[in-house]
Structure formats: structure tokens, C-alpha cells
């Protein structure tokens, strides 16, 4: 992250912060026991698994717009990023913080199975983020700042902002991950 902490100067930066918190929540799951993956503080709260499949259905679904993106781009012939200017800073920081602390549904399809194991939906999310690292040279390749697609809570993303949706995202969950663990230490 830049200097002020809110703004990403590189595709390189971009991917190097989703990528330490992915580093994150692996650390975050892995070793966890079956009974702790399942843990539910309550009926309407999700458990530590339910968190991972739903990351992993969410991230699946960001690799599907941006490959949609850049494929209708690349066929319309888009323009690359200006050669004489320097990569213009991202944030999503104005997005995350109107939704901090508000409680967001999920649609359905974004919604986690019961039953899904957490290795799998890890082996899922490293297989997406081998496919969002795939995707970097034709973001790089086209003005990816142009390139436009509606998010369902905080409307019209460029589609670097897209990928730190992805971090962000995460970051969500995994706060709500790292406070399942201190519930399930507390009731020990």
C-alpha cells in the first residue's frame, strides 16, 4: 500500500495486498479442527467454512466479470494505458469505509453450502488466485482504469479496483473468522 495507506501506485502493489491477506487467512484456517471449521455462534451466523466457501464463490465470480471485461475490451479494440503517464493511484477506500460495520446479504448466489469442507474451498481460492494472477498481463496490456463493471453494493468499479474488492472482501471475513476463534476459545 502507498505511503497514505489508502491508495495502491501498481498493478504489483494491487496484487501484492491481496495477496498478503489471502496469506493471511490461510494462516487464519489452516490446523482448525472439524468441529471448529463448523462452529456457528448462532443459527444465522456463518461458520468458519461457510466464510471460506463464500470467499471462494465470491472470488470466483470477480475472475468471471473480469474475464468478461477484458475480453469484450480486447475485441473492441481498447486502448492500452497512456504511455506518457504514470499508473493513476486506486483506492476503494471511500467504498469500504461506507460499508464497515454494515451488515451486507449476500445474494444467493454468493451463498455458502452447509457442507463444503475448508480444504476445498482453499484449494478453490488458490486455484482463482493463480487465475487472477493469470489475468494480470492483459490488465496490464489494456487502460484498465477505462474498463468499467457495476458491483452490486458500491456500483461502477474499475477493474483494479475489482481486484482489491477482493482483499477487501477477505478482510472482511477474515476479521469475522478471527472473531469466531476468540468466541470458540471463550467457550472453552
Not at 468471471?64 to 469484450?72: E, N, S
Request: proline content about 8%; hydrophobic content about 40%.
Amino acid at each position: 500500500m502507498s505511503d497514505n495507506g489508502t491508495s495502491y501506485n501498481s498493478a504489483s502493489e494491487i496484487y501484492d495486498e491481496i495477496d498478503r491477506t489471502r496469506a493471511r487467512l490461510f494462516q487464519t484456517v489452516e490446523g482448525l479442527t472439524a468441529e471448529q471449521q463448523g462452529f456457528r455462534p448462532a443459527p444465522d451466523r456463518w461458520s468458519v467454512a461457510q466464510l471460506c466457501d463464500h470467499l471462494s464463490i465470491v472470488e470466483a465470480g470477480v475472475l468471471k466479470v473480469l474475464g468478461k471485461v477484458l475480453a469484450k475490451a480486447e475485441e473492441s479494440g481498447a486502448p492500452p494505458p497512456p504511455s506518457d503517464a504514470p499508473f493513476a493511484p486506486v483506492s476503494i477506500e471511500e467504498f469500504v469505509e461506507r460499508t464497515r460495520g454494515v451488515k451486507i446479504d449476500a445474494p444467493e448466489s454468493a451463498r455458502p453450502a452447509d457442507s463444503r469442507p475448508v480444504a476445498e474451498s482453499l484449494a478453490a481460492l488458490r486455484d482463482s488466485r493463480a487465475a487472477l494472477h493469470a489475468l494480470r498481463p492483459r490488465l496490464e496490456r489494456l487502460d484498465a482504469h477505462a474498463l468499467r463493471f457495476p458491483h452490486p453494493a458500491w456500483g461502477p468499479l474499475n477493474l483494479y479496483q475489482w481486484l482489491l474488492f477482493v482483499g477487501a472482501h477477505e478482510a472482511r471475513h477474515l476479521a469475522q473468522i478471527e472473531a469466531l476463534k476468540e468466541a470458540m476459545n471463550a467457550e472453552r
